[in-house]
């Protein structure tokens, strides 16, 4: 073991004095020069202004962040922030994905932490069962760099081979000879879509102007509002948020954008006091993604908007009403105008406020009004659905399965928070399942199973807040816990409707810290 | 598994899966993206599919466990990339909360 960290200490050592010795500080120095002069000290040049193994990949510009970092932890790289910035900046406008190749897996970039993922195997065992399989869909290779790849992995962390799920197979004979063909041929470094893109993708002029957005924000309720848009310089941008949460809570904030690729848009801004961050498509005039806290990535909301140029209705906030009631509606969208039409048995009772951005509307359900889905339309707007609903026919616990974790305590990580909402679904007059909405609730939780009845986990693992907020317990062992266990545990997560009294249940398990936490799980 | 015996519950339940043929039936269980279950044991989550099978405290052989690379994805591996991972914190019992994450903090 000695001798692999006396190795390990030299080739740092020496590649961070080869890339301090040899080359110049980089400083204001756009991407491709810092790239060169941070790079090619192992990087070789292969003509056409390529570089070994570098030329040859695409990813995100989580991808490329952590390509970076990993040169910075691995091999003694020295780059400023800002230098390394702008190497992502210059890697991710020319080496990105098309739009359509991050389709179904931009939960990773939007860090949606609880996405259960579903890969076929053998990827699903031999890359996403210690991270992410999206951390590798969002990837494009050659046959050769995927191989690479695989070499990597298991000459930095050899014992890969001794663990479940590898040590019961040839885990290199299966990785060299069935995986990495796969990858090559699922996720290509060459692509129609790619090469379709790099021809068509937008410059930073389809982004300033006033955005519209529509939001909910788990446990905390639906947000509106506008997004004002600036243009800076190059693709950044200055933004300022005017919105409020269905209660009147205001949204409020300001910071900036960038966008890479033509479409891949990431903000930083403050909203009040918190840090938030961005990670959006920006698309034909809408934007689309999540909008989380930069500290507590599990709060966090999903977000969509349009520019005021590209009428486009977003959403009915709520969207939902129950027969025979008077509700106050809100549409959110752009380019607004007019009477909505709500669908068979709900009237517009009167208009309540109308500009382009938005238009509340009192509205009545008749008594009679037949339980499901209606398509809302206003002019040619459509794309929205509203539910009416007499009686509620299941309540689900969304998420259904999700994972929080201990922190703090006098560490360095912090807790992270499980946050629920009860997902109310009818039965509609063709007797098939419709989603309601999500409905106010009572929570508790309880052990899962017997094991964590004897274990005392409800006791250890947290609380339930009454908001659907679960608050982990302290990090560190635990004295007070039969072997002085962590306060781990396997919680059900139970919902009570506070109207009705139906009960849904969810899975919640609270876990320990984790200490690797790159953008992209 | 014919020469050797169970010494403590965890391995007994373990027998007992395999035994009855529901060892891939657990350990195929997916935990959410990013977390690992069957690295025998996970590190979020036991290959049954909840934490009572864990390292626990996890504290308590976390060097014996980081030292061979065994959850690099979720713990600083020692031996080939952060060999001082842990010098402010040379006994984890003690020293867990001087451990930092370490992903650079500019994201």
Redo the contacts between chains.
């Keep these: 073991m000695k001798t692999t960290r006396l190795r390990h200490y030299l080739s740092a050592g020496t590649l961070a004095m080869l890339a301090c010795a040899v080359l110049p500080p980089a400083v204001a120095e756009d991407g491709k020069a810092i790239l060169n002069a941070k790079c090619m000290a192992c990087h070789t040049p292969e003509g056409n202004d390529a570089l070994s193994r570098i030329s040859h990949q695409r990813k995100t510009p989580e991808g490329w962040l952590m390509s970076i970092a990993r040169m910075q932890l691995m091999y003694g790289v020295k780059i400023s922030d800002e230098d390394r910035r702008s190497v992502v900046k210059y890697l991710a406008d020319r080496q990105g994905l098309a739009p359509s190749e991050t389709d179904g897996m931009r939960y990773a970039m939007e860090r949606r932490l609880n996405t259960v993922e579903k890969f076929d195997e053998p990827l699903n065992q031999m890359c996403a069962r210690c991270h992410s399989g999206a951390r590798v869909a969002l990837q494009r290779r050659p046959l050769q760099e995927w191989e690479r790849l695989v070499e990597f992995h298991l000459g930095r962390w050899p014992s890969l081979e001794y663990q479940m799920m590898s040590r019961d197979r040839d885990w290199l004979g299966l990785a060299r000879n069935e995986v990495a063909p796969q990858l090559a041929k699922d996720y290509p470094l060459e692509s129609q879509a790619w090469s379709d893109w790099q021809k068509s993708k937008p410059g930073a002029d389809a982004l300033p102007g006033q955005w519209s957005f529509s939001g909910h924000m788990m446990t905390r309720g639906d947000v509106r509002g506008v997004m004002s848009v600036t243009h800076d310089s190059g693709d950044t941008f200055n933004i300022e948020v005017k919105g409020q949460y269905a209660d009147g809570t205001p949204f409020n904030g300001s910071g900036s954008a960038i966008v890479y690729n033509g479409y891949e848009w990431r903000g930083n801004l403050k909203i009040g006091d918190v840090r938030m961050h961005q990670v959006f498509a920006a698309l034909n005039g809408e934007m689309k993604g999540r909008m989380f806290e930069t500290e507590h990535d599990e709060r966090g909301l999903d977000f969509s908007a349009a520019r005021q140029d590209s009428p486009r209705l977003l959403a009915v906030q709520p969207a939902f009403i129950r027969a025979g009631n008077e509700a106050e509606l809100t549409l959110v969208g752009s380019g607004l105008s007019g009477t909505p039409d709500l669908g068979a048995g709900v009237e517009v009772v009167k208009v309540l406020e109308s500009t382009p951005q938005l238009l509340r509307v009192k509205v009545k359900a008749a008594a009679d009004a037949a339980p499901g889905l209606r398509n809302v339309a206003l002019g040619a707007l459509k794309g929205v659905d509203l539910a009416v609903y007499t009686e509620v026919a299941e309540v689900k616990v969304v998420p259904a399965y999700s994972v929080a974790r201990i922190g703090e305590n006098g560490g360095t990580t912090p807790k992270v928070q499980g946050r629920f909402e009860a997902e109310a679904w009818g039965k509609g007059a063709d007797g098939q399942p419709y989603r309601i909405g999500y409905l106010p609730a009572k929570w508790t939780v309880e052990p899962f199973n017997e094991q964590a009845r004897d274990d005392e986990d409800v006791k250890f693992a947290g609380t339930m807040q009454r908001d659907g907020v679960f608050l982990p317990a302290g990090a560190g062992p635990n004295p007070q816990r039969r072997m002085m266990a962590n306060n781990v545990g396997n919680l059900k997560v139970i919902a009570q409707l506070e109207e009705g009294g139906l009960q849904g249940e969810g899975q919640l398990i609270v876990t320990v810290q984790r200490w690797n936490s790159p953008p992209l799980p | 598994m014919k020469h050797l015996k169970p010494l403590n519950n965890k391995a007994l339940i373990l027998e007992q899966a395999a035994a009855e043929d529901r060892l891939e039936e657990v350990?195929?269980m997916?935990?959410?993206?990013?977390?690992?279950?069957?690295?025998?044991p996970g590190?979020?989550?036991d290959?049954f599919?909840?934490?009572?099978s864990?390292c626990?405290?996890?504290?308590?052989d976390l060097y014996g466990c980081s030292?061979?690379?065994?959850?690099?994805?979720?713990?600083?591996?020692m031996?080939?990339?952060?060999?001082d991972?842990n010098k402010d914190a040379q006994s984890s019992?003690e020293g867990?909360?001087?451990?930092?994450?370490?992903?650079?903090n500019?994201?």
């Design positions: 350990v195929a997916s935990s959410v993206a990013g977390c690992t279950a069957t690295t025998d590190w979020e989550v290959v599919g909840g934490v009572a864990l626990q405290p996890m504290e308590a030292d061979p690379c065994w959850w690099p994805a979720q713990v600083p591996d031996m080939s990339t952060f060999p991972w019992d867990w909360r001087n451990l930092t994450t370490v992903f650079p500019d994201k």
